[in-house]
């Protein structure tokens, strides 16, 4: 099947930076979709893209789908502790749904 | 609107036991949906999806099986349960078709002891 690379496989920074993170693959994606997870809980969708090139931002997200269809980034601005959790990549295509392996990030006040 | 129940929140079953893990949908019909395990600190490995009653496709050879005996139903379930089962399991839905995005429930810690 599909695999997603996602990098880095975790994060220490500290309250106000801005963070990157990105997944990428070998094979083509219809829609990149970020996820964040708290402790104990199901991931919430944080962003979707449906379009090659496309750039979305949600307040101090921003996440855009690669041109090649084959990797995304997603950005977060000026951190804050809430933002502490494991942020995963899915990329699908057509009824299927492929997770990166997630990214860990800590906030530190 | 849309939600997804998924039960029980946490479940200890010794080793040899059977499972039966339960995920409905309301609000939408025919979705696809999917089941997903996590090992503790890793990403999501998905188990099963389906895209109709009946319709199920298994992505990982494994001691689990699913079933989707009605549209908004999902059933995840083993005969006999085996330590390496134990994980944090995830149910999820989408509207289907050419890539849309998945909501998932709150997950069922299993421990197998």
């Known amino acids: 099947g599909q695999q997603l690379n996602q990098s880095p496989q975790s994060m220490f920074i500290q309250e106000g930076e801005d963070v990157s993170m990105n997944c990428t693959s070998s094979?083509?994606?219809?829609?990149w979709l970020w996820y964040k997870q708290d402790p104990g809980e199901g991931p919430v969708l944080l962003i979707a893209?449906?379009?090659?090139?496309e750039l979305t931002s949600n307040g101090r997200l921003t996440a855009q789908f690669g041109i090649t269809r084959k990797d995304s980034f997603l950005n977060i601005s000026a951190s804050i502790p809430s933002d502490v959790g494991i942020y995963f990549c899915?990329?699908?295509?057509?009824?299927?749904?492929?997770f990166g392996a997630g990214t860990r990030l800590t906030v530190k006040p | 609107s849309q939600t997804i129940h998924q039960w029980p929140a946490t479940l200890v079953q010794p080793v040899g036991s059977p499972l039966s893990l339960e995920c409905t949908v309301e609000?939408?019909?025919?979705?696809?949906l999917y089941w997903y395990r996590q090992a503790a600190g890793r990403g999501l490995q998905l188990l099963f999806y389906?895209?109709?009653?009946?319709?199920i496709s298994s992505e990982v050879p494994q001691n689990l099986s699913a079933s989707r005996p009605q549209d908004r139903q999902f059933i995840l379930s083993s005969k006999k349960l085996l330590l390496s089962d134990s994980g944090f399991y995830l149910c999820?839905?989408?509207?289907?078709?050419?890539?849309?995005?998945?909501?998932f429930g709150q997950g069922t810690r299993l421990t197998v002891v």
């Open positions: 999820a839905w989408s509207a289907g078709g050419f890539g849309t995005e998945a909501f």
């Open positions: 094979s083509i994606f219809n829609t």
């Open positions: 893209l449906y379009k090659a090139g």
């Open positions: 899915a990329g699908t295509y057509n009824n299927d749904m492929r």
């Open positions: 609000g939408t019909s025919n979705p696809n």
């Open positions: 389906s895209v109709g009653i009946g319709q």
